[in-house]
């Protein structure tokens, strides 16, 4: 029996090798290893040799637990050597435990019947931390939920998009930091890092996206989980009502990458995935190969709800190439500083303006004196120069249809969004002098997603 070896714990996917079976981006164990339910403390294969009566083993066997290398690797006879016993005759001596050293054999060499007598110590006691590990999370993450879920319901019923998303948006980093606060952590690679409630709200935030077409505004509602998004798309899912399975997912991938609280399991004799091994593993192959098909058949779902294609949405000051085939009128533009408010009905109508002003030389007068000289080695003289201003205005018209039904939008405020453009008029001349140039040019938008509302120089809205 062999444990899983995932490839690497800093990588975002999982890889195969050595004869991996591989499901659909799922670690897994090799097809030839053996197997035993990881629920139970009895190994599918046929224990060898006779249950050990030796006073010495038995009492050494009993000192060794998980917590003797979570920092090395040492060797079955290192233990040995150092509780002074001797090894001699080991194998006539007895199987200090079947259960969980079911390859106990006289094919095996002294050194590695050392290394499976302490590896199974390791792994029946890692088992049971784990399993006490996994119901401490769970006790968690219920208190969590419990705390935060109806908060997450009644948002869910919320009529208003912009109430509604950034409420699940402020949810997400409650709940993230709370969890993080009560050190309910798992490694970025364990599956059920992102299974239950955060999962819940992300989906929630792409599925509000999706019903009220503001799905290129969804990027910012989903920052506090940030680059994550991808591993919940492929791992989340809401809890089952399955705790064995549950448990058995924690324990099964906590093998290799430790659970919140225990380091993963240690590893004293060195076997390798596709090679039998005389301990059992906490979790067995059998039993890993059925959770990976159980995660297999969950994972379409996950990435169902977090499916959203990319936008293109050019910003309308820098010009209008790329753009959005899906919406060929939409820009994001900003920021634009408002001039009036009104109602129309069930509309809002905002018009903003937007200056920018850059200086200009002109009536320049050369000083007779060489500064510098050019690649052709023609002298540069210098000049003195009178500096003007251009101006360019833009003048948008703004129609809402919804906004948030809690902010008022006050004449001076300054505001973000994104729109379609439904007119754009010539440039028009406002001022024109030696010394000052001011030109305007006027939009007209249907307003699709109010970004950002600064008042004062301060952010008081953000969508």
């Not at 090799?30 to 197997?35: A, D, K, M, R």
């Not at 448990?247 to 390798?272: I, M, S």
Request: charged share 25%; aromatic share 10%; with cysteine.
């Amino acid at each position: 029996m062999t444990r899983t070896l995932l490839a690497s714990l800093l990588a975002t996917t999982f890889l195969a090798g050595c004869g991996f079976i591989k499901v659909d981006g799922l670690p897994s164990l090799s097809s030839g290893e053996s197997s035993a339910s990881s629920g139970q403390a009895s190994g599918s294969g046929q224990a060898s040799g006779a249950k050990s009566t030796d006073k010495e083993l038995l009492e050494l066997y009993a000192t060794i637990d998980y917590t003797c290398c979570t920092q090395t690797r040492p060797s079955g006879l290192a233990f040995f050597q150092k509780a002074g016993v001797d090894h001699t005759g080991l194998f006539k001596r007895g199987n200090v435990d079947p259960e969980w050293i079911p390859g106990w054999s006289n094919d095996l060499s002294t050194i590695e019947l050392m290394n499976a007598f302490a590896q199974a110590a390791v792994n029946r006691t890692w088992q049971k931390q784990c399993f006490a590990d996994y119901e401490d999370y769970r006790k968690g993450w219920a208190a969590i939920e419990g705390k935060h879920r109806p908060r997450f319901e009644a948002l869910r019923k919320q009529g208003n998009y912009y109430e509604q998303a950034a409420g699940l948006s402020a949810l997400l980093s409650d709940v993230a930091k709370e969890a993080e606060q009560k050190g309910l952590k798992l490694h970025d690679s364990h599956p059920m890092a992102w299974v239950g409630l955060p999962y819940e709200i992300v989906a929630a935030l792409f599925q509000v996206h999706r019903d009220t077409g503001h799905e290129y505004a969804l990027a910012d509602y989903v920052k506090p989980v940030g680059d994550q998004v991808e591993k919940f798309s492929r791992f989340g899912r809401p809890w089952s009502e399955d705790k064995t399975f549950e448990r058995d997912a924690f324990c099964a991938y906590a093998q290799v990458t430790g659970t919140h609280h225990t380091p993963k399991l240690p590893d004293v004799g060195g076997w390798e995935p596709g090679r039998d091994a005389p301990a059992r593993w906490p979790v067995a192959a059998e039993r890993h190969a059925e959770v990976d098909k159980k995660l297999k058949s969950l994972q379409p779902q996950s990435t169902a709800a977090l499916s959203i294609q990319g936008w293109k949405i050019p910003r309308l000051e820098m010009g209008t190439l790329d753009r959005e085939p899906k919406a060929p009128k939409l820009f994001y533009t900003a920021p634009y500083t408002i001039t009036a408010v009104r109602r129309d009905g069930d509309k809002v109508v905002i018009v903003g303006e937007q200056r920018n002003t850059e200086p200009f030389n002109y009536d320049c007068r050369s000083t007779g004196v060489i500064e510098s000289y050019d690649i052709n080695n023609n002298p540069i003289y210098g000049r003195n120069c009178k500096v003007g201003s251009k101006t360019n205005i833009r003048i948008a018209e703004v129609t809402f249809v919804d906004l948030p039904a809690s902010m008022q939008l006050a004449k001076g405020d300054e505001i973000s969004f994104y729109g379609d453009l439904a007119r754009e008029d010539k440039d028009k001349s406002v001022k024109q002098t030696p010394s000052e140039v001011v030109t305007s040019r006027s939009y007209a938008f249907e307003g699709k997603h109010l970004v950002r509302v600064k008042r004062e120089g301060k952010v008081v809205h953000s969508f």
